[in-house]
């Protein structure tokens, strides 16, 4: 399984960005994607994910403000996008995409997301 991010970048606060990803490979019909953010020094959290099933599990700080959905599934491409509204200077890190199926995680390399004040 190959995971590929695209989306990220720059914006001032309060803007909004949009990142995609894309699981390319055999996924388990019984499968999690979600987006995981680390900034340096810091532990990588996760900021959402989302079942096969539709069931979603948010960062509380982000609660409100991203939304997660799922774009197609399939058994060849698994793609969901993460939409991130009312950004904040916290929000800055690197954005992770990952995709976990009978208990592997395949995990992209990662998109910058800067939030300038």
């Known amino acids: 399984v190959q995971v590929v991010e695209s989306g990220g970048g720059w914006v001032q606060a309060g803007g909004s960005l949009r990142l995609s990803c894309a699981a390319f490979?055999?996924?388990?019909?019984?499968?999690?994607m979600g987006w995981y953010r680390q900034t340096p020094g810091k532990q990588r959290e996760l900021v959402v994910s989302?079942?096969?099933?539709?069931?979603?599990?948010?960062?509380d700080a982000v609660k409100g403000r991203f939304t997660i959905s799922t774009i197609s599934r399939d058994n060849a491409k698994n793609t969901v996008a993460l939409q991130m509204n009312g950004l904040k200077p916290e929000d800055t890190a690197v954005y992770y995409c990952?995709?976990?199926?009978?208990?592997?995680?395949?995990w992209g390399q990662g998109t910058q997301v800067t939030v300038s004040s």
């Open positions: 990952a995709a976990s199926s009978s208990r592997r995680w395949w």
């Open positions: 490979g055999s996924l388990f019909s019984t499968n999690v």
């Open positions: 989302i079942t096969s099933g539709g069931s979603t599990n948010y960062l």
